[in-house]
């Protein structure tokens, strides 16, 4: 939670990374890797599986999850592993794929000893992981006596959350294993939302292509059993009629 990439250190090994890729292949494509939850893992692995499916090779490198959107928007890195769709009207150089990587899940855990009977809108205090927008977009409604307590990624924020620091933990995509202890807690899961991997929209033209590999692995059973690997749930919906579609009109 404290270790934060100072902005002229991130930018120069940011370049140095994209450099050293571009240098080797024009095609080769850099993307954030993947958080620390099953969701992020699976996509990463069937993503990984896709490209090396159309020839096109790919690196994952660390970058802090709200800082990747800012570089993919730039064009610094050639995208995002997963988002919600809202990302796009923040960052409207992204494109999403016509594929719905998982059904992203937002949970709010509430410390019912110190807050029992709370929601989203009456805990006194409440984490989250900087970054996901999908969770920041719904806090922006929140009142405004509300504590908003940053964490660098899933690790910390369930940490703050189980020594019972904070009222109440926001996670997006992401589900407590256990029960916590000492204390009863409480889950609600506020929405649910498709999650898509995004592209530059100088990749544009790999849109379509990249779907068609994706549903072929669909198909040959290499999700499903990825799925199974990292126990991600099937999307409720997907979006195969979207193939068929300009994907200006899905965009």
């Not at 993307?31 to 499916?53: G, H, I, M, N, V």
Request: include cysteine; charge should be neutral.
């Amino acid at each position: 939670m404290n270790s934060r990439w100072p902005r002229l250190g991130f930018i120069i090994c940011l370049f140095l990374a994209a450099s050293t890729a571009l240098a080797s292949s024009e095609q080769k494509l850099i993307f954030r890797s993947a958080l620390d939850t099953p969701a992020a893992q699976y996509s990463q692995a069937l993503l990984s599986e896709a490209y090396k499916a159309m020839g096109i090779p790919v690196e994952f490198i660390t970058v802090p999850l709200g800082r990747s959107l800012i570089e993919s928007n730039r064009g610094n890195l050639s995208g995002e592993l997963a988002r919600v769709l809202e990302a796009t009207q923040s960052y409207p150089n992204l494109r999403a794929v016509p594929y719905v990587l998982f059904d992203t899940d937002v949970n709010l855990y509430v410390n019912q000893t110190k807050c029992a009977g709370c929601s989203l809108s009456t805990v006194n205090s409440v984490v989250y992981i900087r970054g996901a927008v999908i969770l920041e977009n719904m806090l922006q409604a929140l009142p405004s006596d509300i504590k908003l307590i940053q964490a660098a990624d899933t690790a910390a924020a369930r940490q703050l959350y189980e020594q019972q620091k904070v009222d109440a933990a926001l996670f997006v995509a992401y589900s407590l294993p256990e029960q916590p202890q000492g204390f009863d807690s409480m889950m609600q899961t506020l929405k649910t939302v498709p999650d898509y991997h995004m592209l530059h929209k100088r990749y544009q033209p790999l849109l379509q292509a990249l779907a068609k590999t994706l549903f072929k692995l669909e198909a040959d059973g290499t999700a499903a059993r990825l799925r199974q690997q990292f126990g991600v749930a099937s999307p409720k919906h997907q979006l195969q009629s979207l193939l068929s579609q300009p994907v200006a009109e899905f965009h």
